[in-house]
Every structure is written in structure tokens, then in C-alpha cells.
């Protein structure tokens, strides 16, 4: 069994910062690529950041200068760290990860953890 808990999520203020944190546990022989999603009210799900096993990135443009994703050295840790909010980043933001284990690579998603960036 595999788990991404997110946490890290809350209302912070249009300019300000905030670090969301995705950890993933179980039976995990490696863990590919991960990212991070989000999703507003009334609106799909899209990529904010992906992350690969080696340390390629990859932003949306509505990101791009203003979030960082990174991992730990073990690479079972993906965080996004996110300045200059806007009230339009207001989402749910969900953990993704694609994960070895015996068998097979799957793709897991985490719980999500709300963001809301209002004055």
C-alpha cells in the first residue's frame, strides 16, 4: 500500500508565501516523476510543476518565476514552494507520483490540501 500525505496547505495573504510538502510511504521500490496539480471551483484539474527522478522541472506559465519545486535527497519528499500568490492560485492542490513497486509503476495521487490566497 502507497500514500502521498500532503500538507502545508491554508490562507495566506495576495504577495505572500507558502510551502506545501507531499510525502510518499509504503511499499515503494522507486518513485519516478512527481508533480504537483490544482484545482479551482468550476475547473479542471491542470499541472502546476512536475518533478523527475533526476531533477527535471517543468512549470505552467501561470507559474513560472514565482513557484519552485524541488524533492529531499531520498526522493520521497516533493515540495512546492510558492511566493507572490495571486487570488487566481486559489485551489486544491494535489500530490502526484508515479511509483515502483514489485511489479509495476502506478500513478498515485494524495488527498489534496486546499490554498486560498485572499485579503
Known amino acids: 500500500q502507497v500514500q502521498l500525505v500532503e500538507s502545508g496547505g491554508g490562507l495566506v495573504q495576495p504577495g505572500g508565501s507558502l510551502r506545501l510538502s507531499c510525502a510518499a510511504s509504503g511499499s515503494i521500490f522507486s518513485i519516478n516523476a512527481m508533480g504537483w496539480y490544482r484545482q479551482a471551483p468550476g475547473k479542471a484539474r491542470e499541472l502546476v510543476a512536475t518533478i523527475t527522478s533526476g531533477g527535471s522541472t517543468n512549470y505552467a506559465d501561470s507559474v513560472k518565476g514565482r513557484f519552485t519545486i524541488s524533492r529531499n535527497n531520498a526522493g520521497n519528499t516533493v515540495y512546492l514552494q510558492m511566493n507572490s500568490l495571486k487570488p487566481e492560485d486559489t485551489a486544491v492542490y494535489y500530490c502526484?507520483?508515479?511509483?515502483?513497486?514489485?511489479?509495476?509503476?502506478?500513478?498515485?495521487w494524495g488527498q489534496g490540501t486546499q490554498v486560498t490566497v485572499s485579503s
Open positions: 502526484n507520483a508515479d511509483i515502483w513497486g514489485i511489479r509495476a509503476s502506478v500513478n498515485y
